[in-house]
């Protein structure tokens, strides 16, 4: 959870600095894609705010309302992120960038926007770096850095991935809208990179509400991690056979685990107790965040829901 706090901390920092750059040079020079690159670091500050809010909830203690704990909440508040990227990011990115086209304003000297536009590649480009070097710790060895993306449970970590990836993407359109329209003398290239930074954010929007809205729902862990579980559980002495298992991301560092287990019949209640002490310690060893386990030691259901 401290490691998502400084991914958090280290775009925050560069987001406020940035934001403020941003909207000066694009006061000086009139640009529409400096514009629209100001609402999107000031969208992307709020956003911080957002996840750190999240983070916090998530470690309040279970209760009887939330047994499980509210782990989930910071997948909610990374979903309000991504909807705010959308509509806020995205949506004003594209308005601005419209009614600029109907009415471009003047070429005005572009040495600010490339000044901004480069500090703001720094900045960007070093909070980037910080949530990267989160995801390649996770990272398997046959694994690229998309799919470990894909697979990550921590909202705060691959949110600011993404924020920042996007970021870097609309910085260099911005640039090149600036460039293009001095170059040819046409301001119509300045408008158009701000509807294109707007299309960025809109699908940097999607993905990460495609992956909130999996782990909000109960996302399992990976095939990989289940057939870790499994072999782990069917390599004891005392277990006969393994039924169904069912895994539940509850947040960042919490998982649930309920598995139908068989144990050999001429155990006695103590042996069986012994097993399943075992188990869980075995379990528990090698999947540190799993923090509720039910073994059931009955009657083995099939996925189908019929007996064996």
Not at 25 to 50: I, P, Y
Not at 230 to 242: F, G, H, L, N, P
């Amino acid at each position: 959870m401290a490691r998502s706090k400084n991914v958090i901390y280290a775009a925050l920092a560069g987001n406020i600095a940035i934001a403020a750059s941003k909207f000066v040079a694009a006061l000086m020079t009139g640009s529409s894609a400096m514009l629209a690159e100001g609402f999107h670091s000031l969208v992307d500050t709020g956003n911080e705010f957002l996840l750190l809010l999240g983070v916090n909830r998530s470690r309040r203690s279970a209760d009887e309302r939330h047994p499980f704990g509210y782990g989930k909440a910071t997948y909610f508040w990374a979903l309000i992120v991504a909807l705010s990227v959308f509509s806020l990011g995205g949506g004003i990115s594209i308005y601005q960038g419209i009614v600029s086209l109907h009415h471009p304003p003047a070429l005005a000297d572009p040495t600010w926007n490339y000044v901004v536009l480069a500090v703001a590649a720094v900045f960007e480009g070093f909070s980037w770096r910080v949530s990267q070097r989160e995801l390649l710790r996770l990272r398997r060895p046959d694994e690229n850095l998309w799919t470990t993306f894909r697979r990550s449970n921590d909202a705060s970590v691959f949110t600011v991935f993404i924020e920042d990836s996007a970021a870097l993407i609309g910085i260099a359109i911005a640039a090149a809208g600036v460039w293009l329209s001095h170059m040819f003398d046409n301001p119509y290239f300045d408008p158009a990179a701000s509807v294109l930074i707007g299309l960025v954010l809109i699908g940097a929007a999607v993905v990460l509400a495609r992956e909130c809205s999996g782990l909000l729902l109960g996302q399992s862990l990976d095939r990989e991690q289940i057939l870790q579980l499994r072999r782990i559980i069917a390599t004891d002495v005392a277990v006969e056979r393994v039924g169904q298992l069912l895994t539940m991301q509850l947040g960042t560092d919490s998982v649930l685990l309920t598995a139908a287990v068989r144990f050999h019949r001429p155990l006695n209640l103590d042996q069986v107790e012994q097993a399943i002490a075992r188990l869980e310690a075995a379990i528990k060893a090698r999947f540190p965040a799993i923090h509720h386990l039910y073994l059931e030691s009955g009657a083995l259901r099939s996925p189908t829901g019929t007996g064996p």
